[in-house]
C-alpha cells in the first residue's frame, strides 16, 4: 500500500484543536486541504507527521507552540495611543486591526489583536493568534498522488 512521502500531492481532512478542546479549524467548514509534502505549504512538523500515512488513515497529533505558531512574545504587546486612530468607537478587545509598521525603510500593514482599551490608549498584541498554544490535530488523508517525474 502506498505511502505518503516527500514529493507526493496529497489530500487531508482535519480537526485541529486549541488545549482547552475547542475546534479553531476544521475542513468540514473550509474543505479538504491539498498539498504537496516538502514545499513548505504547510508548518513542517505537520507534514512530517503526514509522511508514511496511507490512503484512509487517520493519525491524531500534537504539535508545540514552537512546531506551531511559535511561543506568545510578550514584546509584541504594545501599548499605542487612541487619538490617531480612526473609528476609535469601533476599537474593543477582540478586534483585529491592521496597522502600519516600518521596516528597513518600508511600511507594511500588520494585523493586531486589540487586547484592551483605557480612555487614551489601545493595547494591541501583534503576536499571531494561535502563539503560545498547542496544536492538536486529527488528520485522515484522503488521496495520495505521486507528483514526481522520473
Request: hydrophobic letters at 35%; a negative charge; zero cysteines.
Amino acid at each position: 500500500m502506498q505511502k505518503a512521502q516527500p514529493g507526493h500531492l496529497v489530500t487531508v481532512i482535519y480537526d485541529s484543536r486549541l488545549e482547552n478542546d475547542e475546534i479553531f479549524e476544521s475542513s468540514k467548514e473550509t474543505g479538504p486541504l491539498e498539498f504537496t509534502i516538502g514545499t513548505g505549504e504547510v508548518l513542517p512538523d505537520f507534514e512530517t507527521n503526514i509522511i508514511g500515512m496511507t490512503k484512509g488513515e487517520t493519525r491524531t497529533f500534537t504539535l508545540p507552540p514552537e512546531a506551531g505558531y511559535g511561543p506568545h512574545n510578550p514584546e509584541l504587546v504594545q501599548t499605542i495611543a487612541k487619538n490617531g486612530l480612526i473609528n476609535q468607537a469601533m476599537v474593543k478587545p477582540g478586534t483585529i486591526m491592521g496597522l502600519d509598521m516600518q521596516k528597513d525603510g518600508q511600511t507594511h500593514k500588520i494585523p493586531a489583536t486589540v487586547v484592551a482599551v483605557d480612555d487614551e490608549n489601545i493595547t494591541v498584541d501583534f503576536n499571531h493568534p494561535l502563539a503560545g498554544q498547542s496544536l492538536t490535530f486529527t488528520v485522515t488523508l484522503q488521496s495520495i498522488n505521486d507528483t514526481q517525474t522520473d
